[in-house]
């Protein structure tokens, strides 16, 4: 079993930064699919963006490419969502994933998810 624990969310003006982070307990993340997601008010859970450790590649969705990373620290089994110019509509609760096969919207570990709200 994995367990997921996001932190890192709060308020934010328009334009500014944020980093999410997801630190996971249990067993080793070997080769793991980790990624984010996020659920807007009155919206469907999206992915937002999704590293394959095992390639060291990243997808990113449409909306966040170039102002959105995920950066991850092994040693710490830690990923984090660096989030930059924030806009209104990245106003979501964000939740970390991981599965140990691949990116896709039924990843088999979840967090709680963290609210974060982009609002001057």
């Known amino acids: 079993q994995v367990q997921l624990v996001e932190s890192g969310g709060g308020l934010v003006q328009p334009g500014g930064s944020l980093r999410l982070s997801c630190t996971a307990s249990g067993r080793r993340l070997n080769n793991y699919a980790l990624a984010w997601f996020r659920q807007a008010p009155g919206k469907e859970r999206e992915s937002v963006a999704c590293?394959?450790?095992?390639?060291?590649?990243?997808t990113y969705a449409a909306s966040v490419k170039g102002r959105f990373t995920i950066p991850y620290d092994a040693a710490t089994k830690t990923w984090y969502l660096q989030m930059r110019n924030l806009k209104a509509e990245d106003t979501a609760v964000y939740y970390c994933?991981?599965?140990?096969?691949?990116?896709?919207?039924?990843?088999?570990?979840w967090g709680k998810g963290i609210l974060v709200t982009v609002s001057s």
């Open positions: 590293l394959r450790t095992s390639e060291n590649s990243t």
């Open positions: 994933a991981a599965d140990p096969w691949t990116c896709s919207d039924e990843m088999r570990y």
